[in-house]
């Protein structure tokens, strides 16, 4: 089992910036070689992949955010991050953690390859 949780996430004016960090307990091998991805959900919305990244760093954005958001990871720390600038009030989300299902070369952002989630943290952008 792998537990996920996220924080870092708050209420921002518009042009403004957040870190988000997500905390894992699996201390097995198994978490450095899956991927870590972000995910957001919006109110009346489905959930979308925003990022993911590979032990090796091998990134993948949502090609919307390109140039906003960076995920990075440090695994000595079982920690995920996301550094997100310059955010707009469609930036408004749930954003979530997840730990892929399998390897993957390149990291999926579909949800159906993800099987652990946390809770998630609230991100609220206003204009």
């Known amino acids: 089992q792998v537990h996920l949780v996220e924080s870092g996430g708050g209420s921002v004016q518009s042009g403004g910036s957040l870190t988000l960090s997500c905390a894992a307990s699996?201390?097995?091998?198994?978490?450095?070689?899956?991927?870590m991805a972000w995910f957001r959900q919006a109110p009346g919305q489905e959930r979308e992949g925003v990022a993911a990244i590979l032990y090796d760093n091998t990134i993948g954005y949502a090609d919307s955010l390109k140039g906003r958001f960076t995920i990075s990871r440090d695994d000595a720390k079982r920690t995920l991050y996301q550094q997100m600038n310059n955010l707009e009030p469609e930036d408004t989300a749930m954003y979530s953690c997840?730990?892929?299902?399998?390897?993957?070369?390149?990291?999926?952002?579909?949800?159906?390859?993800?099987?652990?989630w946390g809770q998630g943290t609230q991100v609220t952008v206003s204009s």
């Open positions: 699996d201390i097995t091998y198994t978490i450095t070689s899956r991927c």
């Open positions: 997840a730990r892929s299902r399998n390897y993957y070369r390149i990291c999926p952002l579909g949800r159906a390859y993800y099987e652990f």
